[in-house]
T-cell receptor, first 115, second 115 residues
Framework: DAGVTQSPTHLIKTRGQQVTLRCSPI?????VSWYQQVLGQGPQFIFQ???????GRGNFPDRFSARQFPNYSSELNVNALLLGDSALYLC??????????????FGPGTRLTVL | AQKITQTQPGMFVQEKEAVTLDCTYD???????LFWYKQPSSGEMIFLIY??????QNATEGRYSLNFQKARKSANLVISASQLGDSAMYFC????????????FGQGTTLQVKP
């Protein structure tokens, strides 16, 4: 079975632009989470979606938004890009998006560079 | 506040030897989950092992074992018989009860396996 897939792999944008990142979960998984990983740090939680509903949101500005589609794929949108948005954006999928043993499996990430 | 601490920025181990990566956590919750992920230079986060806070036995997955000491709030990862392919960044992460599977990550430990 295919793992979590993300597109694009790399992206270069300039300040003020908008970007959309895409994620397809593992087949059968209904929850998708997004994380931002700045170089040299651990990932930081941005959003979690389950059955198209936002279930959790991290401490990120309103420039960040996301949605989940009926096929459980997801998009992360970032508006008015800042230099500090340069990071690896990781998508993770899980069966139910619950705490405990509902393991999150990550995709390869999208590396965003903002110039 | 919930927090994960990994105090070893970098570790070296000789091939075929065992190595322990430290992880301590801070929470007042009684129910939580602990995870270890491996992140090679390619960027993808690979799930290694999970331990639930109520699990009485330490988790094991092949060459990986989790040394869970609840009273000391530590969840160290032990890798036995290190291989060159184990060279990567390793992250300890924690999830909490509720209807969100948000993970909180530590800063990571870089492991280098020497031939």
């Amino acid at each position: 079975d295919a793992g979590v897939t993300q597109s694009p792999t790399h992206l270069i944008k300039t300040r003020g632009q908008q970007v959309t990142l895409r994620c397809s979960p593992i087949s059968g998984h209904k929850s998708v989470s997004w994380y931002q990983q700045v170089l040299g740090q651990g990932p930081q939680f941005i959003f979690q979606y389950y059955e198209k509903e936002e279930r959790g949101r991290g401490n990120f500005p309103d420039r960040f938004s996301a949605r989940q589609f009926p096929n459980y794929s997801s998009e992360l949108n970032v508006n008015a890009l800042l230099l500090g948005d340069s990071a690896l954006y990781l998508c993770a999928s899980s069966l139910w998006g619950l705490a405990g043993g509902d393991t999150q499996y990550f995709g390869p990430g999208t590396r965003l560079t903002v110039l | 506040a919930q927090k994960i601490t990994q105090t070893q920025p970098g570790m070296f181990v000789q091939e075929k030897e065992a190595v322990t990566l430290d992880c301590t956590y801070d929470t007042s919750d009684q129910s939580y989950g602990l995870f270890w992920y491996k992140q090679p230079s390619s960027g993808e986060m690979i799930f290694l092992i999970y331990q639930g806070s109520y699990d009485e036995q330490n988790a094991t997955e092949g060459r990986y074992s989790l040394n869970f000491q609840k009273a000391r709030k530590s969840a160290n990862l032990v890798i036995s018989a290190s291989q060159l392919g184990d060279s990567a960044m390793y992250f300890c992460a924690m999830s909490f009860p509720g209807n969100t599977g948000k993970l909180i990550f530590g800063q990571g430990t870089t492991l280098q396996v020497k031939p």
